[in-house]
């Protein structure tokens, strides 16, 4: 079965950190893009950053730049998002996706919230 | 980069036919469109790609032949005959934007569909 499934969020007060990881399976994971996309709250998608299947190509929304971290494990078809230095305005579902524009398959998402 | 809009919300009776709209940005009108069906609690699941000679590829896995795309300046339609209580969900479209050395994917504000 085609699936990802998201891991690691939680509650972090302002400032702090938190990785997520992101476990496919059912496809050849090292052949696709894979992105982060979040949704706060009664919200609506918000692209959050992509990777290149081999991992070598990184591209960040302007939001999290210099903050979160996108890295990829193709050995143990998982992907991650290292987010430091977090905000307020960070709360929200993260869902992983296969691909970089056009997703075929997401995750259920895991809830990341940020307050004191 | 595209800016992408929807209306927030939209409403249609059971058995009828409705057509969401989204609305690209000036400048970009040769853009293709990914729609995306978001049920309550869910993630998003692709739908469709459309461009302005209509549906681009093929539809997501297990999309009724009820829904379709059509495109035409800078709107991209999704329209979905003989609505099911099962339809009712946020829509979201979202297109790609790289330059080679820069990539955003941006997201439209989602329609909330309610079946009456």
């Known amino acids: 079965e085609v699936q990802l499934l998201e891991s690691g969020g939680g509650l972090v007060q302002p400032g702090g950190s938190l990785r997520l990881s992101c476990a496919a399976s059912?496809?050849?994971?090292?052949?696709?893009?894979m992105s982060w996309v979040r949704q706060a709250p009664g919200k609506g998608l918000g692209w959050v950053s992509v990777i290149s299947g081999s991992g070598g190509s990184t591209f960040y929304a302007d939001s999290v730049k210099g903050r979160f971290t996108i890295s990829r494990d193709n050995s143990k078809n998982t992907l991650y998002l290292q987010m430091n230095s977090l905000r307020a305005e960070d709360t929200a579902v993260y869902y992983c996706?296969?691909?970089?524009?056009?997703?075929?398959?997401w995750g259920q998402g895991t809830m990341v919230t940020v307050s004191s | 980069q595209p800016v992408l809009t929807q209306p927030p919300s939209a409403s249609a009776s059971l058995g009828a036919t409705v057509t969401l709209t989204c609305t690209l940005s000036s400048g970009y009108s040769n853009y293709k469109v990914d729609w995306y069906q978001q049920r309550p609690g869910k993630g998003p699941r692709f739908v469709m790609r459309?461009?302005?000679?209509?549906?681009?590829?093929s539809k997501g896995d297990g999309i009724p032949d009820r829904f379709s795309v059509l495109g035409s300046g800078l709107n991209r339609y999704l329209t979905i005959k003989n609505i099911q209580e099962e339809d009712e969900s946020d829509y979201h479209c979202g297109a790609d934007h790289g330059t080679g050395s820069n990539f955003v994917w941006v997201f439209g504000g989602g329609t909330k569909l309610t079946v009456l």
């Open positions: 059912g496809f050849t994971f090292s052949s696709y893009a």
């Open positions: 996706a296969n691909g970089r524009g056009r997703a075929d398959i």
């Open positions: 459309v461009g302005t000679g209509g549906i681009v590829g």
